[in-house]
C-alpha cells in the first residue's frame, strides 16, 4: 500500500464515523489506489444511492464529488481537507442497483488557500467504462495543511 494510500484510508477512517451522509451513502466504497493528488475508489450501486426511479440518485453523486476530492485533497498530506466553497455537477448518464461504480478523483491544485478538485464517476460495462457523472468542486484549506511525514 503506497504511502499516499494509507495517508488518505486514514483521513476516511477518522471522517466516516463522524459524517452520517458519508456512513449512509459511502459506508462500503473500497479506496483502492492513491498516489499524489489522484485517488480512485469502487462502490456497488445498492439502494441506498437509487431515487425514486430506482437509477443514481443526483445528491449521490454529489455527495461522491464532495467526498472523493477531499480524499485526493488528503493524498497530498492534509489531515483535514477544508471546508467546500463550490461543488458542480454534470449529469451524463445513469446507473442501476447492481452496478460497479468507478470513482476518480484529481487534486488539480492544492494551494495555500484554496484545494481545486475534479471528479469522475463511472460505470462498468461490458464495453468499457461509462460516465456518469463528472464533477468540480472546490475547498478552502488555509491553514489545515500537514506534510506526509511531518
Known amino acids: 500500500m503506497s504511502t499516499e494510500l494509507q495517508q488518505v484510508q486514514k483521513v476516511w477512517d477518522r471522517t466516516r464515523p463522524n459524517s452520517p451522509i458519508y456512513e449512509f451513502l459511502l459506508n462500503e466504497v473500497e479506496l483502492y489506489e ?5 485517488v480512485r475508489a469502487r462502490l456497488q450501486v445498492g439502494p441506498r444511492q437509487l431515487n425514486s426511479k430506482r437509477t443514481l ?3 449521490f453523486s ?4 464532495d467526498w472523493a ?5 488528503a493524498s497530498h498530506g492534509l489531515d483535514s481537507t477544508g471546508v467546500s466553497t463550490d461543488i458542480h455537477v ?18 488539480n491544485k492544492v494551494g495555500k488557500s484554496l484545494a ?6 463511472s460505470k462498468r460495462t461490458e464495453d468499457g467504462l461509462v460516465i456518469v457523472a463528472q ?14 511525514g511531518t
Do not use: P
Open 34 to 38: 492513491a498516489e499524489k493528488g489522484v
Open 57 to 59: 440518485h443526483g445528491a
Open 62 to 65: 454529489a455527495c461522491v464529488t
Open 69 to 73: 476530492g477531499g480524499m485526493a485533497i
Open 90 to 107: 454534470n449529469y451524463l448518464s445513469t446507473a442501476t442497483d447492481g452496478d460497479w461504480l468507478e470513482i476518480e478523483s484529481r487534486a
Open 116 to 121: 481545486f478538485t475534479t471528479v469522475t464517476i
Open 135 to 148: 464533477g468540480s468542486h472546490t475547498k478552502y484549506v488555509r491553514a489545515r495543511q500537514r506534510e506526509i
